[in-house]
């Protein structure tokens, strides 16, 4: 029954909204019918069609605001797949796809933002970089922020795109990571909050919360005294002294052609685009960088490995302290995005 009601509402709303094109349309009353419905739309096909139609609309009726909220709804929430409007006429069918082609080549719709997973156990962090994948649908400007400070500013290229993030920062402490990714495309600026939640085992997460955690450099010795005693007298006592396990997790700074850095920061006198390229060129990087796992398989003629996108994912860091002993350090990484409210800038 309740599918029967949706299918029976989303029917009855395109065909008055093809009965109203069909009169030398009035765009204002075909938005006013259809924003009766729209709250009551539940499937994403209907919001889609029902959105770009509204977008369509305000654009005609020269109301630039109500045009901007619906085309980010057309594409934010509907995803830009529309049903192809086969439910108008076809000379209005045509005017309304041909005007949401002209603002879906300018429109900066991010299809993906994910981390890329390693092959088998190795893990993919070039040279000290955790990548950051954000695929875009066409050339847009962008700011990357963390708090006040701006990280990578410049240019994303239509497709596959490399936000590099410090690993070495990332990896040393459990906690939230907050960005704000900012696309401007003419006055439209998108902004994305992007989370990355960071779990990190590791020896020095061993010291239990309740005590208090020593504060040493890398060159600091911890001494370590046993007593014991019997019948309340000291009878011997022992010290030992050694090197702290180190902290960091010696991941190299970038030094690999694409400019992968964690600390690279777009000069304004020097405005040039590092962080963009070709998918293609990200495998072949990503290809050379799994080389030597593939040559101890035994296999002399590979492949190149496909690229795994993912929202969560594990890895693991093998560590020797000054006395040989081996430790390990366990990250998880989790993912997640939502959309901020977009602004127009002045013109």
């Known amino acids: 029954m309740v599918l029967a009601c949706a299918a029976g509402l989303s029917a009855q709303w395109r065909g008055d909204v093809a009965r109203l094109f069909l009169k030398a349309p009035d765009h204002k009353a075909i938005s006013e019918r259809i924003l009766q419905e729209y709250d009551g739309l539940e499937s994403l096909q209907d919001k889609a069609d029902a959105a770009g139609i509204l977008a369509f609309c305000f654009g005609h009726l020269n109301d630039s605001a109500n045009e901007t909220r619906w085309i980010v709804e ?30 879906r080549s300018r429109y900066p719709l991010v299809t993906e933002i994910a981390l890329i997973r390693g092959v088998g156990d190795q893990s993919i962090i070039p040279q000290g970089i955790l990548p950051l994948v954000v695929e875009i649908s066409t050339d847009a400007f962008y700011k990357f922020s963390r708090g006040t400070s701006v990280l990578e500013g410049g240019q994303f290229k239509s497709g596959f795109n490399i936000i590099a993030l410090d690993a070495n920062e990332l990896f040393l402490n459990s906690g939230s990571r907050v960005y704000v ?135 693991v860091f093998k560590q020797r302290d000054m006395a040989g002993r081996s430790w390990e350090t366990k990250v998880g990484v989790k993912l997640r995005t939502k959309n901020l409210p977009y602004v127009l800038s002045v013109p």
């Open 181 to 315: 990714l900012e696309l401007k495309s003419g006055r439209l600026i998108l902004k994305k909050e992007i989370s990355l939640e960071i779990e990190v085992t590791s020896p020095r997460s061993a010291i239990p919360p309740s005590s208090p955690r020593p504060s040493f450099g890398p060159s600091t010795s911890i001494t370590y005294t046993l007593a014991m005693y019997i019948g309340g007298e000291l009878v011997m006592t022992s010290t030992k002294v050694e090197k702290p396990v180190s902290l960091a997790l010696n991941i190299k700074p970038s030094g690999n052609p694409y400019g992968f850095s964690p600390d690279y920061i777009l000069k304004k006198d020097q405005p040039g685009i590092y962080n963009s390229f070709s998918i293609f060129s990200a495998i072949g990087l990503l290809y050379s960088l799994l080389k030597d796992l593939f040559t101890k398989k035994g296999k002399k003629d590979v492949e190149p490995p496909r690229i795994e996108l993912v929202k969560d994912m594990s890895l």
């Open 74 to 103: 057309y594409f934010e929430t509907g995803k830009g797949k529309d049903s192809g409007y086969a439910f108008l006429d076809l000379v209005h069918q045509a005017d309304v796809i041909g005007w949401l082609n002209d603002w």
